[in-house]
Nanobody, 126 residues
Framework: QVQLVESGGGLVQPGGSLRLSCAAS????????IGWFRQAPGKEPEGVSC????????YYADSVKGRFTISRDNAQGTMYLQMNSLKPEDTAVYSC???????????????????WGQGTQVTVSS
């Protein structure tokens, strides 16, 4: 069983930056693909950025390419999402997830992931 706890959300002005962290306990991250997902009110969950266990496959949603960066520190059991040039449309609840038996071509799909954090609110507003 893996427990995930996100931190780093909050209120930021348009153009600002935030770094989300997700700390894992109960297991190391070495054998897991990792992912960040978000859900805005009234919208379907969206895969934001995902990375395979060997870091050979990385996915970014078109809406965040060039602005967001996913990373992982297996030794610390932590994954990160660096978010720059934030826009109001980035406002959502962001959740981290890990999975061990993904189909790489479907890495962006929430159903591929086994364990989830509780979510952290990110609000981009002036």
């Amino acid at each position: 069983q893996v427990q995930l706890v996100e931190s780093g959300g909050g209120l930021v002005q348009p153009g600002g930056s935030l770094r989300l962290s997700c700390a894992a306990s109960g297991s190391t991250l070495d054998d897991f693909a990792i992912g960040w997902f978000r859900q805005a009110p009234g919208k379907e969950p969206e895969g934001v950025s995902c990375m395979s266990s060997d870091e050979g496959t990385t996915y970014y949603a078109d809406s965040v390419k060039g602005r967001f960066t996913i990373s992982r520190d297996n030794a610390q059991g932590t994954m990160y999402l660096q978010m720059n040039s934030l826009k109001p449309e980035d406002t959502a609840v962001y959740s981290c997830a890990v999975g061990s038996r993904l189909i790489l071509s479907s890495i962006r799909l929430p159903e591929q992931y086994d364990y989830w954090g509780q979510g952290t609110q990110v609000t981009v507003s002036s």
